[in-house]
């Protein structure tokens, strides 16, 4: 995925907040599929990804004024907002299937190819998807039904009928591989 | 809780696996400001980044690039940004949030029809069991009354035997139905493997007429099983037969009337 420099987003952010349109479909341009790549995964489904990847700009355009760089990357702010939206969406078709049983059943995309699939090896090892690829699967599967299915732990627990102990230790450990990425990363772009 | 536990959960408040309690716990730590953690979650964060951005990426189709810019052009400048602001906007800022309080007052709302639909649903499931077992147990009874309103019910009286000579029993047998119930009370507890048997006979050829148990206090209810319409019964009997009873009376009898 193309990375822009995270400044170039922040000074966008700074002329969005005044009211700059043009700015706004710059920072569209440079962040969009991100959004919807992510929001795509969490629904599976097209239209209901789209409407999250609307709602994330418009709120991008409202707040733009409220973005610190103390709360992290344009980037990170971007994907908490996917995710919250995305997650809040997913929540509502469940309880939404739940009432209305059996559901009519929407277009819903086929399961997510496999990460390691998804780069090839050598794009992989470049970037911290690779870290990603490289985590034992069970790790790798925890973290993805909570950030991707949002499920909470004792919910990841019961889906894969596992000991809450179990399921806390492995997140934990795959939590722990990504943010020793991120500081090696972070070391390398200082050097 | 130490606070490197806090740090624990702050990472996992990240990834949006803590449960409801634990979450809300983290989230009253997280309002006492304290920046330790804000800092870790804005670490986690940004360690979180390679699950999205390891997906194969899907742009989204141009029309909503379109729509979305559309959107926008609709939309004032920034509510925040400075100076831009003309007095002469400022009520129309007020409505801009009485709108917002009224979405949220409409998301309210829908959460709250959600949970009731949800309720009476499940109210309305209960309830359909209920009306199921009442109806189930009113055509029993009405069966019951339909029974003793019949003017061929007879009543038998069976009376012990030397093995529970205290024991008696009542039988009512519509012999042109051929339904029946017996109410036996003063019975032995049954021993183990072994339960009561009743016996519908015709010129002294026993028929099996069903098998019953004992309550603690030795009263015992059977209604009768179908018998068949060929026979003349004229006398009814109670053994002691092997669970969960046998073809043929092989053991004591324990109770015996006629017609």
């Known amino acids: 995925m193309a990375a822009a420099l995270p400044g170039a987003s922040i000074q966008l952010l700074g002329e969005i907040a005044r009211g700059d349109r043009d700015a ?46 103390d709360r992290g ?15 809040d969406k997913l929540r509502s078709r469940r309880r939404r299937d739940e009432m209305v049983r059996p559901a009519e059943t929407a277009e819903r995309l086929p399961e997510p190819v496999a990460l390691e699939s998804a780069t090839g090896p ?20 925890v973290l993805e039904l909570a950030y991707f299915e949002g499920l909470t732990q004792t919910e990841i627990a019961a ?25 090696a990363r972070g070391g390398a772009e200082r050097a | 809780m130490n606070h490197d536990a806090w740090l624990e959960q702050a990472d996992l408040y990240a990834l949006g696996a803590l449960d409801g309690e634990e979450r809300a716990q983290f989230e009253a730590h997280l309002a006492t400001d304290c920046a330790i953690c804000a800092a870790r979650l804005r670490e986690m964060g940004e360690a979180l980044r390679a699950l999205p951005e390891s997906l194969p990426s899907v742009a989204p189709p141009p029309a909503l690039r379109a729509r979305i810019l559309e959107r926008i052009a609709a939309e004032r400048a920034p509510a925040a940004a400075p100076v831009t602001l003309r007095p ?23 959460v709250f029809v959600n949970t009731e639909l949800r309720t009476t649903r499940q109210e309305v499931h209960t309830l359909q069991g209920r ?5 189930a147990e009113l055509s029993r009874r009405e069966e019951t009354l339909r029974f003793f309103s019949d003017p061929g019910v007879r ?16 039988l009512l047998w519509n012999p042109s139905t051929r339904q029946g119930l017996l109410l036996a009370r003063g019975l032995p507890a049954a021993p183990a493997g072994h339960a009561y048997e009743l016996w519908a006979l015709a010129g002294g050829q026993p028929v099996p007429a069903g098998v019953f148990s004992v309550d603690a206090a030795g009263r015992g209810l059977l209604r009768l ?19 969960p009873g046998v073809p043929k009376p092989t053991g004591p009898m324990h109770l015996l009337g006629k017609v």
Not at chain 1, 28 to 45: C, G, K, M, P, Q
Not at chain 1, 47 to 64: C, G, L, T
Not at chain 1, 159 to 180: A, D, N
Request: net charge positive; hydrophobic share 45%; glycine share 6%.
């Open chain 2, 225 to 243: 099983a179908e018998l068949p319409t060929d026979h003349a019964f004229d006398t009814f009997a109670v053994t002691l037969e092997p669970t």
């Open chain 2, 155 to 170: 009543y038998v009286s069976l009376a012990g035997l030397k093995p529970s000579p205290e024991a008696s029993a009542w």
């Open chain 1, 24 to 69: 706004f479909a710059r920072f569209y341009d440079l962040h969009a599929s991100l959004v919807h790549t992510f929001a795509l995964r969490i629904l599976r489904e097209r239209s209901e990804a789209e409407e999250v990847v609307q709602d994330v700009f418009v709120q991008v355009w409202r707040q733009a004024a409220g973005y610190s760089r």
């Open chain 1, 73 to 87: 990357t344009p980037e990170a702010w971007l994907i908490t907002l996917a995710r919250s939206r995305g997650i």
């Open chain 1, 122 to 141: 050598a794009e992989a090892r470049a970037t911290l998807g690779g870290v990603l690829a490289d985590l034992p699967t069970a790790q790798r599967h």
């Open chain 2, 88 to 110: 002469a906007r400022r009520p129309s800022r007020a409505v801009w949030w009485a709108g917002w309080a009224g979405l949220a007052a409409a998301a309210v709302l829908l």
């Open chain 1, 159 to 183: 889906r894969l009928g596992e000991p809450l102990g179990t399921v806390k230790t492995r997140i934990r450990s795959g939590l722990e591989r990504l943010r020793g990425a991120l500081s």
């Open chain 2, 131 to 135: 009306v199921a077992t009442l109806q």
